[in-house]
């Protein structure tokens, strides 16, 4: 058993070695560098007064924050399949983190996303430049949206489906291929809550906007 492994992780480290990963790992250094970077600089910038009171700041502080919470806890995890030569399935605890991450990372800056575009289409029907969401509102839109994303992401740490590792074996995240009627069903409500419902949202509210911009006289 030990021995087989030791072949295993070999065959991997050569692998890592020929097979053009170190290129896979500089991106990936690079990325998280100018990612990190630039969600740090990002939120310094926000919270500068002149931004601080903005209706939409405290959204734009949850996407920045999702995306230094993901660099940190989501990103580094490949590198280090490649590294050691563990691939990820090999550890389902490991697997289960980073698909729960990365798809609730997502999920919820989708939703942030979403609900952006509604409090700019709210706060151009006010037709009052000076407008402002209340914090109170902010902050409970930025809440629905973790609750979504994590509540969106639950179910395969529930055992309804669950997280494998893709065929590169650095990455994991729901089984697409589970074509089971609870397989297919949450296939189908991934794809519901994570596109068709955020773009619905999102093209009626630019809709609003566009038809209040364009026929401001229809709405005084």
Known sequence: MNMTNSIETT?????????????????????????????????????????????????????AFAGVFITVFGYPMPIDVIMTGKEMGVDQTRCNWYGFVMGTVGITSIATFTGMTLVMSYSVRQMNPRFKVSRKISCCLIAASWVYGVVTMLPPLLGWTRFVPGNSGLTCGPDWTDISPSGTAYSLLLIAVGFFVPLSLISVSYFKIFRYVSFPADHK
């Open 11 to 63: 065959g991997s480290s050569f692998a890592f070695q020929n097979s053009g990963y170190s290129l896979f790992i500089t991106g990936m250094l690079i990325i998280l560098a100018l990612g990190f970077l630039g969600n740090v600089l990002t939120i310094l910038v926000l919270y500068q007064a002149s931004h601080r009171k903005e209706t939409l700041t405290p959204l734009m502080l949850n996407l």
